[in-house]
């Protein structure tokens, strides 16, 4: 130390005087790195309000909020983010954990502002000069925070199920189920377009908690059918499911069918807490045993109502059981979400007709209200020519025979006219029928629809093709063809458009386009019609009723003019199960309130 | 306690009061033979957001006490109400220059808990992204240390050195400081197109001004003089001190944890451990120069070495709905400053029980730096302060 040299040293560094200075004279200016993350932008019309952003943001930086000119709907809540820079910390986890990709940093980062208040925007609404930036922070295209794909469900191969009625989907594992689970991001989009409102997210997580009792007490708060629903239920929160925007959609249905199957029969009354019910003796007769009817006799059941149900079939169910073949909907299913609601004390008169057996003016007697659930028994036909033949039937009274163990004809060949869920119904049970009967397929069903509209749920379709069944969309029936009193088949042509452009039913058909298929049966399956015959004319004068006749109700009670009325399910509104669970608890509410409301002008 | 007797005033103890039975003075204010000082924490020469109580007699210091508590923001206890991924936005600014070290402890005590595996590449940028922050954290201290006994100059060409790799780190993570690369699984992008090239370029500008930074710094009169032999650390202390990274290897110990306990892809560079033995504040800032070196070369070695393709992070559960089955770990890391520890305690529910952060600057700052104040000069307190490299952050997790 000391050296002459450690005197010299330092001075040795005087080129550094020639270097240029390195200082960003304009820091207002300098651009941010491409992937910098500094202010959001978000696609307002891609982003869906799902809030999935404001609940992993640590800071509390993002609030939900309403903005004028983005209405609710099925599928986005109508609220958009409102970012707060007073405690963003630019982490861009929101942006990592954005469902639909709208959300993003710029690369623009500095803003000068003396009002405080602006720093608190919704980005995408509120215009900002990065607007229109293109770079900045975006998620990385492999970086997901929650997996993208769906858990398979395991199902019985077409060779295994082609020929008999036994259940398809064999329903998920414990840990299938946890790991279908854990996907979801506890938005809640679901159950605002579920049409029970059910609590998807809580009882998704009772799955991941591993309560499924839990799970099956926030399933019933919304509805009884459980088993039935987690097997067949149209599932529309599936087709929002905010996870379904970049990635597949949560299995719901199955996993509600997880829950249901977890919890044996014998538990549920105490699970549900139904072994103490404080019965009241006011009654209510409730017509007709389907969705709609159970779902208002259970809760008012548990409201400690006495219930009896008129079922003019020798089984509950109506539709579920009638309507939905077997494969898809195990009778014990049914009768497991039915006996439990019969466990409350609900009395149902099977095989009474009301109008024949009893009248409505007797049951508007005898109790203190009534709710109509009478549903959609009445096959439609296409009328066209040949339909009167003996040979020509309605999908809806094949099914319903099929259930109840009576024989039908099942031909060697066979045409389904129809394209919905009913129809592929029919069409795959006729196929097992026919397999078991001559060893081979030989059906054709046939949709005015193309197969890109067809109304039936598209595994329906591509299941029915597995088993043998041939699928023609996009034709028009024009003819039964009968010959010697035996049907020879169908003519068709071909159809260009079902909906004109105010989307009404308005088919457009190429008639030089003609087809025929061979057939020595045909079932049409074009949809179903109320039969309300059971109330009389008198009655039926005094209740609302739209431009094409149908009965309407108060939309939150579903009571009709006639005070003692209440009318739901698939008559109102639908069809379809979930609708009628829905009408049926919004039914047992509206007549709850009446009655009480009544009971206090008596007093 | 003053190895090569530059330091004077060590020698006749006789004026200062004699030590007590627990071994320090009893100090007595009224004899007018004290004075308080504060040290910070507003002071060019404190380390940041904290301060040394310093009682002098004289110009020598017979009492020296750390305070901290000016930065305390809870960090350890807000995680405790935060879902894990949450915590990667706090984590980052416990040490507040290095963010990276803490986000890689974070995300591998996650991973060691829930069995999430990091693919190859992943671990290659982490090891990249750790070897940055090393850098650029020694260019920051380089600065401090010339500031400390003077040289501002030095400072700003380390300053503005170090901005350079935050310009690398700008575009491969998004941001300078608060990079929150790393996350559970991996880190969140590849890199950069032509990144390679421009670290190179970057790499190129710090070794020639690492030339002429020795030239100033290290072999220069005036620094030698207020360094050598002075702030020395006894090699006794570094266990019952816990004294970790360069201020132990400059007394001869040979601790890295990336050799003890290798983790991400240091097996695969080649690399030695610095040591020395004089363990002054000389000793120190020549060691962690060397390793400064030493990173410029592993970082060549990393952008090299690094496959091109492949995966960055892993197919991860949702992480916002992430539980970790009950258990705990500890996960350890080498920064500039040592052994960096996380110790997380899960209950089996969504936000850990409990995460402690090991931070060499706790003991550094405190029991340390109280110790070997004692007799320094006035005028040495901040290079020997500097010289420990603490980040008050750090310390008040
Ligand atoms: S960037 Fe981070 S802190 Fe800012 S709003 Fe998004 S999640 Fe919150
Ligand atoms: S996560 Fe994305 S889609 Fe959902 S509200 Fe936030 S910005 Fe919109
Ligand atoms: S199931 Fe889908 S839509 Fe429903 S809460 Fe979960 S992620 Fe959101």
């Known amino acids: 130390m000391g050296t002459t040299k450690d005197i010299l040293s330092p001075f040795l560094v005087w080129k550094q005087f020639f270097r240029k200075p390195v200082t960003i004279k304009e820091p207002l200016k300098r651009q941010g790195a491409d992937r910098y993350r500094g202010f959001h932008i978000n696609d307002i019309q891609e982003c869906i309000g799902c809030g999935t952003c404001e609940s992993i943001c640590e800071n509390q930086a993002i609030d939900l909020v309403a903005v004028a000119g983005i209405d609710t709907k099925s599928g986005d809540s109508g609220l958009r983010p409102k970012v707060d820079y007073g405690r963003c910390c630019w982490c861009a986890l929101c942006v990592d954990v954005c469902t639909t990709g709208s959300l993003k940093l710029t690369n623009v980062f500095t803003w000068v502002d003396t009002d405080p208040d602006q720093f608190r925007y919704i980005p995408g609404v509120d215009a900002k000069p990065w607007d229109n930036a293109t770079k900045g922070y975006k998620k990385a295209a492999s970086l997901e925070l929650y997996p993208l794909e769906r858990i398979p469900m395991q199902h019985l191969h077409p060779e295994e199920r082609h020929d008999s009625f036994i259940e398809i989907i064999k329903g998920f594992s414990k840990e299938e189920a946890l790991r279908e689970a854990d996907r979801c991001v506890a938005c809640g989009i679901c159950t605002a377009t579920c049409p029970a409102h059910m609590g998807i997210p809580e009882y998704i997580k009772a799955i991941r908690e591993d309560n499924v009792e839990e799970g099956l007490r926030i399933m019933y708060e919304t509805n009884p059918l459980p088993e039935i629903c987690g097997r067949i239920c149209t599932h529309k929160c599936e087709t929002v499911c905010s996870v379904g925007h970049r990635g597949d959609p949560l299995s719901i249905r199955w996993l509600k069918r997880y829950l249901a199957d977890q919890v044996p029969a014998s538990a549920y009354a105490s699970v549900l807490k139904s072994d103490s019910i404080e019965k009241n003796n006011r009654k209510v007769a409730i017509i007709g045993a389907g969705p709609a009817g159970l779902s208002a006799a259970y809760y008012l059941g548990m409201m400690g109502y006495q219930i009896t149900v008129f079922e003019k079939l020798s089984a509950a169910g109506g539709m579920m059981r009638f309507g939905i073949p077997e494969y898809r909907l195990p009778y014990d299913q049914i009768d497991k979400d039915i006996n439990y609601i019969l466990s409350l004390g609900v009395e149902i008169k099977y095989g009474v007709s009301v109008g024949k057996d009893i009248t409505l003016e007797q049951l508007e007697k005898e109790y203190d209200a009534v709710f109509a659930a009478t549903g959609l028994h009445d096959g439609r036909s296409t009328r066209i020519p040949g339909t009167n033949h003996s040979g020509v039937y309605q999908s809806i009274e094949l099914l319903r025979k099929i259930t109840l163990g009576e024989p039908i004809e099942v031909a060697e060949k066979i045409v389904v006219i129809g394209g919905g869920n009913v129809a592929m119904d029919i069409t795959r049970s006729l196929a097992r029928m026919q397999r078991q009967k001559y060893g081979k397929v030989q059906l054709i069903a046939t949709s005015l629809e193309t197969e890109d509209i067809m109304p039936a749920d598209r595994e329906e379709v591509v299941e029915a093709r597995e088993e043998g069944a041939i699928i023609y969309p996009g034709w028009g029936p024009r003819e039964i063809i009968v010959e010697n009193d035996r049907i020879k088949g169908l003519k068709v042509v071909q159809c260009l458009s079902v909906f004109d452009e105010q989307k009404r039913f308005s088919p457009k058909f190429d008639e030089s386009n003609e087809n025929f298929f061979e057939a020595d049966m045909v079932v049409e399956s074009i949809g179903q019609g109320a039969n309300l015959s059971y109330i009389p004319a008198s009655y039926f004068e005094q209740l609302e009723k739209d431009h094409r006749g149908r009965v309407l109700v108060d939309t939150l009670t579903f009571q009709t003019k006639l005070p003692w009325l209440f009318m739901g399910g698939d008559i109102i509104e639908g069809p379809d199960v979930i609708h009628g669970i829905a009408n049926g608890h919004k039914a047992a509410k509206g007549i709850d309130q009446y009655l009480n409301a009544n009971r206090e002008e008596k007093q | ?397």
């Open chain 2, 1 to 397: 306690m003053n190895k090569q007797g530059v330091f004077s005033l060590e020698g006749d103890r006789s004026k200062y009061p004699q030590p007590g039975a627990d071994g320090k003075p009893e100090i007595d204010l009224s004899s007018h033979k004290y004075m308080k000082m504060w040290q910070g924490p507003n002071h060019p020469g404190i380390t940041g957001n904290m301060s040394v109580e310093l009682t002098v007699c004289a110009d020598e210091v017979v009492e020296a006490k750390t305070h901290v508590g000016y930065l305390h923001r809870g960090f350890e206890k807000l995680m405790e109400r935060r879902k894990y991924i949450q915590n990667f936005p706090l984590v980052c600014r416990i040490a507040v220059p290095e963010p990276d070290y803490n986000e890689l402890n974070y995300a591998t005590a996650i991973e060691k808990l829930t069995g999430i595996e990091v693919p190859e590449k992943g671990l290659w940028l982490r090891t990249l992204v750790a070897e940055m922050a090393r850098l650029q954290g020694y260019l920051m201290w380089l600065g401090g240390m010339a500031g400390a006994v003077g040289f501002g100059t030095v400072g700003q060409w380390s300053n503005y050195l170090r901005d350079l790799i935050l310009d690398r780190f700008e575009e491969l993570t998004g941001a300078r400081i608060y990079h929150i690369y790393i996350l559970p699984g991996g880190v969140r992008n590849d890199l950069p197109e032509g990144f390679a090239d421009r670290m190179e370029a970057n790499l190129k500008e710090i070794e020639g001004f690492m030339k002429d930074i020795n030239r100033v710094l290290f072999n220069n009169y005036v620094y030698k003089k207020r360094t050598v032999g002075i702030g020395y650390i006894d090699p006794a202390w570094i266990y019952p001190y816990g004294i970790v990274g360069p201020n132990a290897r400059a007394a001869g110990s040979k601790n890295d944890v990336r050799k003890d306990s290798p983790y991400v892809k240091y097996p695969e560079l080649d690399f030695g451990v610095n040591t020395a033995t004089d363990s002054d504040i000389y000793t120190r800032s020549v060691l962690r120069y060397n390793e400064l070196l030493t990173d410029v070369d592993l970082i060549r070695q990393i952008l090299s070495k690094m496959p091109k393709e492949g995966d960055f992070i892993a197919k991860l559960p949702n992480m916002m709905n992430l539980t970790i089955p009950a258990g705990e770990t500890y996960v350890r890391s080498e920064c500039t400053r040592g052994e960096y520890g996380y110790y997380m305690v899960s209950d089996g529910s969504g936000y850990p029980r409990r995460v402690n952060v090991r931070g060499p600057s706790y003991t550094h700052a405190v029991a340390l730096l109280e110790k070997m104040l004692v007799n320094a000069n006035i005028a040495d307190v901040a290079q020997i302060m500097v010289s420990l490299h603490t980040y008050p952050p750090e310390i008040e997790r």
